[in-house]
């Protein structure tokens, strides 16, 4: 392991904290507990150990969270192969669900596991024996019809409980799970399930948005138009007869009611799988071509989420986590996953956060006594718009913490959120890293100083680094994130893709995982992340690869090719602005690149509508073809360009040049 740079590497109580944890914080951590438990003095010396000997770390933390391997590992960190495909709990046999679901539901049958609440207005409890009960009934239907170990399964709901319920009867068979944001268009749909070959789909046939039914059904059925490796499609009807006339195939389609109510109620023990054995294809956008199948293994993503949340966040048995998300993103199976292996209670919700009233968010934390509210600078920043009066008018006694992850802050929101929602009592654990990773590389905690839109440091057990192009460790000055040791979330590759995954993290610098986001290390210990060192785009926190959104755009019969770069926006972070080249008997005008957007939104969904389309003669390229999105994306923005000297025709940046006036 390379030498570091001098300097704390967590931050300090140094005049830059908003936010100095309480003799009573200090007294709940789970994390200091376990410093003591292990014999460290602080973070510094736990991470130090962590660092030189990553088998340590982790054997000692899922220890203390309670998790048992049947049988034990035969080797604790296999790099045999080499750090790019390093194996955990090798010869050991664990199944997530039986840990999060099975065990609990006979220790503590009528404890509350799960919480929902329709954006109508409908609630449903699961207490564990509940929720075990129906995870069981799921699991059988699902092998009813066909779905054994192995087997992809694509899930494609909306945040209702079924998106639970169905994630885990897949896991407790064995078989491998493929979220779907719900907001995706069907050709975005349909890549993923065509990538992965899934056999099963799991959808609804709508949910409710900002009061109006949203079809999703249709969606399914085009989707599956283009993805022939699907067998069935397991429906839960969600909106009965607001979802009006639907496609039905009686030789595919099953009502996920009938199916469940055809199996028994009988108790199903979950298959016995090795730590190894996949769980999860999550897709990602990259920068580059289609989007990428992250491979998670049962040992591996959920025990890095249930870390992360233990010492990150201070999750713990008897508290109730809220996250704003959808279980299509990371964070939906990351939450499933943590909560319920805490022994913690979930709960989701179907709609948005200020509707039917701008107060909504807030009600809905008292209602159900949230400890521990996640939620994006993106969510923030359309919530504050609202004043502090909907917060006020509720009361969130409940919160212990506030949770925040997706992208970069800026200060105006961070303050609110600490101020508005926190009354400056609680912390704001910032918390970065990727689907990729399983759950976060820098966060904050909750017996650490924290600034404002700041880390304290890396997550425990994870060795982060900021380095510049040579790989020497930076301070003060903005570099590379990498990570220079394994930890058991860490992807096992691309789904068939071997090749793209050491492409995209490994091929930099050897032995390394390079990330791709900006990051520093202030000498007063605090890290902050300055955003994607690629070009990978996020809108409200949804990653999506510019790639994808070119393809949509070169779909509309008018484009010859297309652009597209995420640019700042004030409430989404960022938002997505394409660049168009039309064919010469296309008619220019506003007209067309309306109707461009309009192609986008109708091939990857409403969430990844275009803040602008604009119609340019020509893309920047090198001599052999390459668009240069950075150079565009620069002199859009009236940015320096950098080194330009690969750019066949310089002229082309003139028009773009142009068009910010």
Known sequence: ????????????DSPAAAWRPSPAYLERSRLRRFLTDVGCADLEDLQARAEADPAWFWSAAVADLGIRFDPE?????????????ARWWVGAGFNYVAAAVDEPAAARPDERALVWEGEDGAVRRFSRGELRAEVDRAARAMAALGVGRGDRVGIFLPMIPEAVIAVLAVGKLGAIYTPIFSGYAAPAVANRLADCEARLLVTADGFWRRGKPVAMKAVADAALTEAPSVERCLVVRRLGDAAGEGSWRPDRDVSWDEALAAGGDEPLASVKTDANDPFLVIYTSGTTGRPKGALHVHGGFPIKSAVDLAHCFDLQAGDVLFWFTDMGWMMGPWAVCGALL???????????????????LWALVERHAVTHLGISPTAVRALMTHGSEPVRAHDLSSLFVLGSTGEPWNPDPWWWLHRAVGGERLPIINYSGGTEISGGIVGCTTMTPIAPCSFAGPCPGMAADVVDAAGQPVRGEVGELVIRQPWPGMTQGFWRDPDRYLEAYWHRLPGVWVHGDWARIEPDGFWYISGRSDDTIKVAGKRIGPAEVESAAVAHPGVVEALAVGVPDEVKGEAIVVLAVVRASAQLGERLAAAVGETVVDRLGKSFRPAAVHLVP?????????????????????LDAGDVSALEDPTTLEPIRALRG
Not at 74 to 83: A, I, K, Q
Request: charge should be positive; glycine fraction near 12%.
């Open 1 to 12: 392991m390379a030498v570091r740079a001098a300097g704390p590497r967590f931050g300090t």
């Open 73 to 85: 590992p035969e080797t604790v960190l296999d790099v045999s192969r080499g750090p790019e495909w």
């Open 342 to 360: 805490l022994g913690a209670t979930l709960v989701i919700y179907e709609g948005t956060p200020d509707f039917p009233g701008p107060d909504r």
């Open 618 to 638: 020509a893309l920047p390229k090198t001599r052999n073809g390459k668009i240069l999105r950075r150079v565009a994306r620069a002199a859009y923005l009236g």
